[in-house]
């Protein structure tokens, strides 16, 4: 695990290589979704056919998948993979999709009605400060701009009549696994860096263009596929309402400020084995694979 662009899936590829034995399994909440793959970072399709992946392709974009409907997916996945003898190596950014695949948690559910209710309110503004007079706790933890967090929010709150905020205790404990987890650190500037390059490199790879795509398709992106750091910003750029330069330092800028937000999530697991990188990316790969070989 490890913040945006730390490099996660090249280390994944490298580890699950060289066990011989293992599938890798994607936990990431947008690498789920058919056809939005330069904008994720998905994997090749050439490491794709030499290591067998998990969690991905899920849903076609124009739906909304939430964390129950990946749990499930994840369950099987694990299911199948122990079913052959092999091992599985996961790899993601989404930190409430691990602790909730890794711990086993069972989320609240869904209550469609309630959701479709609240976005017939346009104003996220208005939702968060309702979301603030009825769940203040919940309201704390989330930016105000963040529509899907507030209104999955507000969902839980008024659907299962219990606040969102209450659903929480299951994060804030840390039992003990027998997934031994690493997380890759990068000094905050290496990481900036590599964070602007790697949105340039989407860009060169077609990036604008896999958005232009999808939302020509029949059913567009869904409300979540569409808040994907990136795809929004450039959705913008498809109808208009921004030129591309703009877009392009608005999505740095947000995944700068993700990165950091992830941190700050793994930060708190105290299960999680930190490895430092400072300087050439190959020695990541090295330094995870010995401490994974050492821990198993």
């Not at 994607?26 to 998990?54: C, N, S, W």
């Not at 999955?152 to 031994?180: C, D, K, M, N, Q």
Request: hydrophobic letters at 45%; charged letters at 25%; proline letters at 6%.
């Amino acid at each position: 695990m490890g913040p945006t662009a730390s490099g996660k899936s090249a280390v994944a590829m490298a580890v699950a290589r060289a066990l011989g034995d293992a599938d890798i399994v994607a936990v990431d909440a947008f690498q789920l979704y058919r056809g939005m793959d330069v904008g994720t970072a998905k994997p090749t399709a050439t490491d794709r056919a030499e290591i067998r992946h998990h969690g991905l392709d899920l849903a076609d974009p124009s739906q909304d998948v939430t964390v129950v409907e990946y749990r499930r997916a994840y369950d099987a996945a694990m299911a199948e993979i122990a079913a052959t003898g092999r091992r599985a190596v996961l790899v993601g950014g989404t930190g409430l999709y691990l602790r909730v695949a890794i711990d086993q948690l069972d989320p609240p559910g869904a209550w469609p009605g309630v959701r479709a209710e609240l976005d017939t309110e346009p104003d996220t503004t208005k939702l968060y400060e309702r979301l603030r007079q009825v769940d203040p706790a919940a309201a704390a933890k989330m930016e105000p701009g963040n529509r899907r967090r507030i209104v999955r929010a507000l969902e839980v709150g008024l659907g299962s009549g219990r606040p969102f905020s209450s659903f929480g205790p299951g994060l804030t404990a840390y039992p003990p696994t027998p997934i031994v987890q690493f997380g890759l650190r990068w000094p905050r500037d290496e990481l900036t860096r590599r964070i602007e390059r790697r949105f340039h490199d989407l860009l060169a790879a077609g990036f604008l263009d896999e958005v232009r795509i999808l939302a020509a398709r029949p059913g567009g992106l869904s409300r979540t596929a569409a808040q994907a750091i990136g795809y929004a910003e450039l959705l913008d750029v498809v109808t208009g309402r921004a030129d591309l330069a703009d877009a392009t330092a608005a999505a740095i800028a947000r995944t700068r400020r993700f990165a950091v937000r992830q941190e700050r999530w793994f930060r708190r697991d105290p299960r999680v084995h930190w490895i430092d990188i400072d300087g050439d990316f190959l020695i990541a790969v090295f330094v995870v694979f010995g401490a994974f070989a050492a821990c198993v």
